[in-house]
């Protein structure tokens, strides 16, 4: 399993754009890159995988450079809402990666 | 809808009393997990299942037992709980491996006296 490092935790404003970068060096040729959100007491919430370049959804982006040994999610917009802590996974869908190694997460906080 | 399900919520009990908690999932996923999250070290693997009658240990499994009977359900047992396995729990399921998606169950909190 490609072990990964995030910044323990950032704060930010509403209505700014945050984002959230995961180093991931031994990643696997295998590998997916999948973010997660947790808010206070309740279970992680997938919020976007991508395995190259830009992956977008309704929720983030998750940028991802050709070398793939970092990822990037961004938030557009914050809102207090998005006040949660954010998981980067690594691991191969598709081969094995039956274990899961969640790390300490980043935790975002948003101010008004 | 698609839910993981977790019973109970909140139980407090004492030492040495052995006590199961439940999973119930509804998508026919394959794949199952439990984790428990303490404060600052995050969430971290109990047991996790790849279908019925496979499962193996994450990285806390110590005081734990699982079983996968059905593919709908995983529960976790803690056959003589201590005080140190009060925590919040989490069970999850993907469709096939860890790296796929996984939904969460809300979480139970155990308190143990």
């Known amino acids: 399993l490609a072990k990964t490092t995030q910044p323990i935790s950032m704060d930010s404003y509403e209505g700014q754009e945050v984002n959230i970068t995961c180093s991931h060096n031994n990643i696997a040729t295998n590998d997916y890159i999948t973010w997660y959100q947790q808010f206070p007491s309740q279970g992680p919430r997938f919020i976007i995988q991508g395995y190259k370049t830009k992956v977008t959804n309704e929720v983030a982006s998750l940028f991802i450079p050709a070398d793939r040994k970092s990822s990037t999610l961004s938030l557009p917009r914050v809102s207090l809402s998005d006040t949660a802590v954010y998981y980067c996974l690594v691991g191969s869908p598709y081969t094995g990666g039956f274990k899961t190694i969640f790390g300490a997460g980043t935790r975002l906080f948003v101010k008004a | 809808e698609a839910q993981v399900t977790q019973n109970p919520r909140y139980l407090i009990t004492v030492t040495g009393k052995k006590l199961t908690v439940t999973c119930s999932q509804n998508?026919?996923?394959?794949?199952m997990s439990w984790y428990r999250q303490d404060p600052g070290l995050g969430l971290r693997q109990i047991y996790y299942?790849?279908?019925?009658?496979?499962?193996d240990k994450g990285d806390v499994p110590e005081g734990y037992k699982v079983s996968r009977k059905e593919k709908r359900n995983f529960p976790l047992i803690l056959e003589s709980p201590s005080p140190n396995q009060t925590s919040l729990y989490f069970c999850?399921?993907?469709?096939?491996?860890?790296?796929?998606?996984?939904?969460f169950g809300d979480g139970t909190r155990l308190s143990i006296l």
């Open positions: 998508m026919n996923h394959e794949y």
């Open positions: 999850a399921s993907s469709s096939s491996n860890g790296a796929q998606p996984q939904h």
């Open positions: 299942s790849m279908n019925v009658e496979v499962t």
